[in-house]
């Protein structure tokens, strides 16, 4: 365990505090359990004094908020976790690609419209595989509006709105199979960047597989974002095709080299596995090459050449053919360290920062010195499509050693690097400067991606840093053999790291987070007006008010406008006949903080969150006759347990 050599002086003025309180014959203030005080309590507990600091560095008094928000991806669970910093306290989960029962994501009302935009061939998808959250950026500083995050099993886009932390919208393309370079964006937020990873041929074709290097292709979508609005705007996205590589991660060009986005790659042997075929696996095809290749893409002269027509459209997405990239200088490729995994550019926007799963090193590339001998013509040849290609030494600036198998970078704006090393389980400091290495501490265990507070911007925090670690081993009380993640926070802000907090992740592999200051952020209290729609804009043609509630049928169905209020639905009875569409209208006409009910219709699969000023609309067929009671299901008052009703469907 690192300690560290500061004395406490605090302990001992909180212990003679509380010795003086204790011995106060008036005090009523009884001895803990563990001891009279908080010597004590630090002996019975066996704490050293390192534990007692990174406890009082990240313990909040209640009612106190955290310095920083972070957004974790919640890996299988599809969803998305908020987590305060320091305390590692979660604070919701964002519902995102798969149902959420007490958000009511998914269980009746639009939010289900957002879910279904999310099918893939024809296929509801109750799941998805999140790695890499990307937060709005404006200047290349996270601005706290939006929330952006991929699927990379099924290759769809999510918009989250950070002033309610809903789901707004979902895009999926069936250009791509799958994706891993997702989500990043570029420095004002103009695209949302999506990079296919497993390469298959473009829109969803079938192809066989010995045509793999003439009909397979990877490609990097640029989803064009309305910031006003908060959507993506489909029809003016575009995508460049790729050579048929594994693209890894990406990351965007930011200050002078803002307009670029560079991504890298594994497999460019294009071995595509068939083992029981007398075929090496894939592991020891892709893994031949001594050099992978770095992808060096003018995104702000592709957004010119898209806007000038030379695309061709498959699956509804406008794409840049390989050769067109090649004919206009959009693309370059420079050799990288043999499997290549994170991607990091520089706070300052000068160096790419990237990592090798089986090297040792950090290799810092010079984006002035790729754009200058792109800007030569000073290729040392061609990839199979014709590709031009930099030459490595010209390229970098240096590379750090830093242990076996150096992943993902972060920065604390101190001119510092943090390079996660899985089989190593550490986390490396290094300087930017010299490139050597300052400091090292473990982690538990096999560190993936990591996270800084606002690591990812111009102007990083330092301060925390958190390990993203994939399985906690032996960290936490067992649950069997499906191991937790484990998030360990680090104190990042001396020169020696310490750590402060371990904190099981027990629903996914998270692979990526980003944390973000925390009155960057400007969440609503209530929807206001009231009958605001959360997935439309402003107040709800069928918004409710006092007094206007009714049942109507229509050539439709059967409508209802319903208010919630404490403690009850108008109306409160509603009969419809076997077999009628029922569409529901349900205002919660309430405007104070804490008036939120739910709406729950047993055996409908229907559940409502109904937080104060929102209105939902609903549509269900009530399919078998009976008396099915509804009623609210959030603890809203003292007769929450009378905020009921009856659905009454009568036999035709
Ligand atoms: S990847 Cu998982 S540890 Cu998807 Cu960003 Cu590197
Ligand atoms: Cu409304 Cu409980």
């Known amino acids: 365990m690192t300690t560290r050599s500061r004395s406490l002086p605090w302990l001992c003025v909180a212990t003679v505090a509380v010795a003086a309180s204790c011995g106060d014959p008036g005090s009523s203030a009884a001895p803990s359990a563990l001891g009279s005080d908080v010597r004590s309590i630090v002996a019975e507990r066996n704490l050293s004094e390192a534990d007692v600091q990174a406890a009082v560095q990240t313990y909040m008094p209640t009612g106190r908020h955290d310095d920083y928000y972070t957004f974790a991806s919640g890996g299988h669970g599809g969803n998305i976790i908020v987590i305060g910093v320091p305390s590692m306290r979660i604070l919701k989960y964002i519902a995102v690609f798969t149902p959420e029962p007490w958000q009511g994501y998914g269980y009746g009302d639009e939010s289900g419209d957002v879910l279904k935009a999310g099918d893939r061939a024809g296929t509801t998808l109750t799941w998805a595989d999140t790695h890499h959250p990307a937060l709005s950026e404006s200047g290349g500083d996270y601005d706290g509006r939006y929330l952006f995050i991929g699927d990379k099993a099924n290759p769809r886009m999510a918009v989250i709105d950070l002033r309610d932390f809903m789901t707004k919208q979902i895009v999926a393309s069936e250009l791509l199979q799958s994706e891993h370079g997702a989500a990043f964006v570029t420095p004002d937020t103009d695209y949302v960047i999506e990079t296919s990873q497993y390469p298959a041929p473009l829109g969803g074709r079938f192809a066989p597989l010995e045509q793999f290097d003439t009909e397979y292709r990877g490609a990097m979508i640029f ?41 890298n790659s594994i497999n460019t042997e294009r071995a595509w596995g068939g083992i029981l075929e007398g075929k090496p696996s894939l592991e020891s095809g892709s893994t031949q090459n001594d050099m992978d290749y770095l992808h060096c893409i003018n995104w702000r002269k592709a957004e010119q050449v898209a806007k000038a027509g030379k695309t061709e459209t498959i699956a509804k997405m406008r794409v840049i053919r390989m050769q067109t990239a090649i004919d206009e200088g959009l693309l370059y490729l420079v050799p990288e360290p043999k499997s290549p995994h994170g991607v990091d550019i520089t706070p300052d926007g000068e160096d790419i920062v990237v990592g090798g799963k089986l090297d040792t090193h950090c290799t810092v590339f010079s984006i002035a010195k790729i754009r200058a001998l792109a800007e030569q ?25 830093i242990g076996l198998g150096p992943l993902h970078t972060q920065f604390d704006g101190q001119g510092n690097a943090y390079t996660s090393v899985f089989i190593e389980s550490v986390v490396a400091k290094w300087s930017l400067k010299d490139l050597k290495l300052i400091d090292k501490i473990d982690t538990h265990f096999n560190i993936g991606h990591l996270c800084a507070a606002e690591g990812d911007t111009v102007s990083p925090d330092g301060k925390y840093l958190i390990a993203m670690n994939k399985w906690a ?8 053999p499906l191991l937790p993640q484990n998030f360990q926070l680090v104190d990042i802000g001396g020169q020696k790291m310490t750590r402060l907090y371990d904190m099981p992740i027990p629903l996914g592999e998270p692979h990526y987070a980003q944390m973000i200051k925390a009155d960057k952020l400007k969440p609503i209290e209530v929807y206001s007006p009231i009958g605001t729609n959360p997935f439309h804009e402003g107040v709800d043609k069928d918004a409710v008010t006092a007094g206007k509630e009714r049942i109507e049928r229509k050539d439709d169905g059967v409508h209802v406008w319903m208010t919630t209020v404490r403690s009850h639905f108008t109306p409160d009875i509603v009969r419809v006949k076997e077999g009628d569409v029922v569409h529901l209208h349900v205002t919660n006409v309430e405007q104070a903080h804490d008036a939120t009910h739910g709406l729950a219709i047993g055996s409908h699969n229907i ?11 609903v549509v269900f067929t009530a399919k078998r006759a009976g008396v099915y009671p509804f009623y609210c299901t959030e603890f809203c008052s003292a007769l929450h347990l009378e905020m009921a009703g009856y659905l009454l469907v009568e036999p035709r």
Do not use: T
């Open 473 to 480: 081993l032996d960290r936490f009380a067992p649950v069997g």
């Open 223 to 263: 989803w064009k974002f309305d910031k006003e609005k908060g959507r993506i705007v489909e029809d003016q996205s575009f995508a460049i095709e790729l050579p048929p590589y594994m693209q890894d991660l990406a990351d965007a060009g930011k200050k002078g080299s803002d307009g670029w986005v560079f991504c």
């Open 607 to 617: 559940n409502l969150s109904l937080e104060p000023g929102k209105h939902s609309n």
């Open 377 to 401: 013509k000073k290729f040392i040849g061609r990839d199979p499509y014709g590709i031009p290609i930099l030459d490595f030494k010209e390229s970098i600036r240096g590379q750090c050693e």
